[in-house]
């Protein structure tokens, strides 16, 4: 089946209609789910402290060594994507930052962050790679 896993996120008012829920391929769903680790923060899952990644607690902070931050966040996302996606293995994160001058409000230089996961889906065999891009403080998609 090519579309069996649910898109997310989850559009619960077509369950109360009784109503077929979204569908997506494997590569998508396991893509969303590092999304939906990529933007959650430890502690806001309730059912486990140990879903999310360290990136929110640097949101408004200034980062005075940008290589530790880089190796923190990378290990961080590194060991949620390997206890929850169990549909990958070789997992590899890899966090690049860099500094872009974006005029979305107003002129300013901003910190952006790429987050690139790469791995192999386990039921396939074949390779994935997935990227997310956020802008630091406060943060906000790309």
Known sequence: MANEYLQIPIR???ITRQQELKRCSLNDS?????RLISIT????CKQDDSFGNEL???DFETVYNMQAFKERLSQSL??????????????????AIEQVLTTIYKKRIRQ???IS???TIRKTNEPFKHQELF?????SYY
């Open 41 to 44: 923060h430890f502690g806001e």
């Open 78 to 95: 590194q060991n949620t994507v390997t206890r929850h996606e169990k549909r990958l293995s070789n997992i590899k994160v890899n966090v």
């Open 135 to 139: 802008f630091m403080g406060p943060l």
């Open 112 to 114: 952006r962050i790429q």
């Open 56 to 58: 929110w607690e640097f």
């Open 12 to 14: 619960t008012d077509l």
């Open 30 to 34: 396991v893509a969303n789910m590092f």
């Open 117 to 119: 996961l790469e791995g």
